[in-house]
């Protein structure tokens, strides 16, 4: 059983910065990789950033240059999301995700958190 805990959401100004955190734990052999998606009120789900267990990361156009991801997988298996410059459109709730192998024959398979809220207004 795998289980994925986010925290650091909350509510911020326009321009301001948040921090979500991604923390991993239960029967995991291998990741292969972890991300952030985000779900506006009315709109499907979208990906924000991926990085493989490699260190190749993959953002969103609409985030590139304000978020950075960034994963400690050999020690603490989390996922980071550091968010400047924070805008009214990036609120949504976040969901940390998870490709991985829980065990060493088995097949990569995608787990879910239950997300943490993001709100951006004035």
């Known amino acids: 059983q795998v289980q994925l805990v986010e925290s650091g959401g909350g509510s911020v100004q326009p321009g301001g910065s948040l921090r979500l955190s991604c923390a991993a734990s239960g029967t995991i052999f291998r990741f292969n990789a972890m991300g952030w998606y985000r779900q506006a009120p009315g709109k499907e789900r979208e990906l924000v950033a991926s990085?493989?267990?490699?260190?190749?990361?993959?953002y969103a156009d609409s985030v590139k240059g304000r978020f950075t991801i960034s994963s400690d997988n050999a020690n603490t298996n989390t996922v980071y999301l550091q968010m400047n410059s924070l805008k009214p459109e990036d609120t949504a709730v976040y969901y940390c995700?998870?490709?991985?192998?829980?065990?060493?024959?088995?097949?990569?398979?995608?787990?879910w958190g239950k997300g943490t809220l993001v709100t951006v207004s004035s």
């Open positions: 995700n998870a490709a991985l192998r829980p065990y060493f024959n088995s097949n990569p398979m995608d787990y």
């Open positions: 990085v493989t267990s490699g260190g190749i990361t993959n």
